[in-house]
């Protein structure tokens, strides 16, 4: 059971959320419920700059931003949901709430990276590649199979980062392992390497975009 | 006894034929003319002198896409909207004129040999874009 | 073969596509530098929704990265009788956007059209999809777009957006340069 409770959101923000919760129940792999009382909350839609009540249970905080914010990927600390809210990105934050929460229970230290090689069968949610370094970590887990070592290495993401990714992954059924395989190499691998002018052009239009 | 009732086209069917009518004219009476056509300026075609409807419908999308291109090249150099422009080759010349008239109006696109006479062709070509933009404005009165 | 553009004399290119009212030239004004060119005339076969303008020559913005390079972002007509301009406007690019409305009667069917369409210029796995209005239109959901195009290519990235986001065109180009990257890693 998912305990999901509002702290000083919009009214009809919160009327969307009691609705979504209700239509979601069971639907993401466990039951939700909305709450009143901030103290039984496993997660709070809190407006920005709110600082949450002391909490005798620890509790996920997702920021409403509003609807015309335009917040810069990966400069934001926690959760957010841009408002309006809908099925689709209420979705998206309580998987996102399910896995930290997930993460929090792990004892400290307790880090057990995944063992094996694996590759995705399909790409990610919106949400999932808005991270930092995601996009390029689903492509190369979609051209082809990796160990975790492999994965950090060849994406820049730290291990405990490719970690997290994969299990989630995996408990949404969008990677698969790949075990006892040499890595495969699809016939468009073999294309000879970027040109510099080309890899070039890429980095810079990183840069000027503000791409991750 | 029966009496024959002559059948009123609906307005739109009647523009097109007296756009036919206008098409055919300018093809009997122009020296070169292969084939004239008028299409909407997002690429329908409204009434060809070509027969096969693969090629009316091509060569009216291909016709509405460069008619928006050769504006948007004249406004970008800084010369407006231009009324038409001409393309020129080896085989003959292909002469396409903007026709007013609502809904951003309608290109007519008429290809010649090497015979025709390009400034008897321009004239013919506009006579008949202002008999084509003079239907349409009764169509829409 | 990947045909890979030139980039030495500065040309990068990348081509959105989709159906009328997808969000071409929105997505393209977002990352442009400077007023787009547009080639939008009025629709002469009635509005669809509130768009009574649509596009029949291409949309063209750019997005200077220095000196000597420039990105060139096209936007194709999306009507089918426009084909030729897609065939035009493919050439060269070093990526494709593919754009869906959801909202409308076969958004999977509008992909896959367009899937098909650009395959022979531009290689799948250069290409990225946008889902937009799946607010108004949850269903098909990302699932049953996957489900659907398994037998095509399973992996392309088929992701929710909102072009008037400037952020969500980004999003969909940073996982486009992450696939070109990649493909030659």
Not at chain 1, 173 to 190: F, L, Q, S, W
Request: charged share 20%.
């Amino acid at each position: 059971m998912l305990v999901v409770g509002v702290q000083e959101i919009l009214p009809k923000d919160q009327l969307v959320l009691r609705s979504l919760l209700r239509l979601l129940d069971g639907r993401l792999g466990r039951r939700l419920a909305f709450s009143e009382s901030i103290d039984d909350c496993d997660v709070v839609f809190a407006a920005p700059g709110v600082s949450l009540a002391a909490q005798s249970r620890r509790t996920v905080a997702v920021r409403v931003l509003p609807e015309e914010s335009n917040p810069t990927p990966g400069a934001l600390q926690g959760l957010s949901i841009v408002a309006p809210l809908r099925m689709t990105n209420v979705m998206e934050a309580l998987r996102a709430c399910v896995e930290a929460i997930r993460q929090a229970k792990a004892p400290p230290g307790a880090f057990a990276p995944l063992p094996g090689r694996y590759r995705l069968r399909r790409w990610p949610d919106a949400a999932a590649l808005r991270q930092p370094g995601i996009p390029r970590l689903a492509a190369l887990l979609t051209s082809r199979s990796f160990d975790l070592a492999g994965a950090s290495a060849a994406s820049g993401l730290p291990p405990a980062a490719v970690d997290g990714f994969l299990k989630a992954c995996l408990a949404l059924g969008y990677a698969e392992t790949d075990e006892g395989a040499a890595p495969v190499t699809p016939p468009h691998a073999a294309a000879a390497a970027l040109p510099g002018p080309m890899r070039s052009v890429l980095g810079r239009l990183r840069e000027r975009l503000k791409l991750w | 006894m029966n009496k024959t009732v002559p059948v009123k086209p609906a307005p739109r069917v009647a523009f097109a034929l007296q756009c036919a009518d206008l098409l055919a004219q300018l093809r009997r009476d122009t020296a070169g003319v292969v084939s004239a056509s008028i299409a909407t300026a997002d690429g329908l075609p409204v009434a060809s002198t070509l027969t096969e409807d693969p090629e009316i419908d091509k060569l009216a999308a291909i016709s509405g896409s460069i008619s928006a291109l050769a504006s948007a090249l004249s406004r970008q150099v800084g010369q407006g909207d231009p009324d038409r422009f001409i393309l020129e080759s080896a085989s003959g010349t292909i002469v396409s004129l903007k026709v007013p008239g609502q809904q951003g109006g309608m290109v007519l696109t008429v290809v010649t040999d090497r015979n025709a006479v390009l400034g008897k062709l321009l004239w013919d070509c506009r006579a008949t874009a202002v008999g084509v933009a003079s239907s349409a404005s009764q169509l829409a009165a | 073969m990947v045909n890979l553009p030139n980039a030495l004399s500065g040309e990068t290119k990348i081509v959105f596509t989709g159906p009328m009212g997808a969000g071409k030239t929105t997505a393209i004004c977002a990352v442009s530098d400077s007023k787009t060119l547009s080639t939008e005339v009025p629709m002469s076969d009635g509005a669809l929704r509130a768009k009574t303008t649509t596009t029949v020559g291409f949309d063209y913005g750019e997005c200077r990265l220095d000196e000597a390079h420039t990105l060139r972002l096209f936007g194709t007509p999306g009507q089918e009788r426009f084909r030729f301009m897609w065939d035009i406007l493919a050439q060269g690019a070093f990526g494709l956007v593919v754009l869906i409305d959801n909202t409308q009667p076969d958004p999977i069917g509008d992909l896959q059209r367009y899937l098909e369409a650009f395959a022979p210029h531009i290689p799948r796995q250069r290409t990225v999809v946008g889902i937009g209005r799946m607010d108004e239109a949850p269903s098909p959901s990302i699932d049953d777009y996957c489900q659907r195009l398994g037998s095509i290519d399973p992996l392309i990235p088929i992701i929710e957006v909102d072009v008037r986001r400037p952020e969500d065109v980004r999003l969909l180009l940073s996982v486009l340069v992450s696939l070109v990257e990649v493909q030659h890693e």
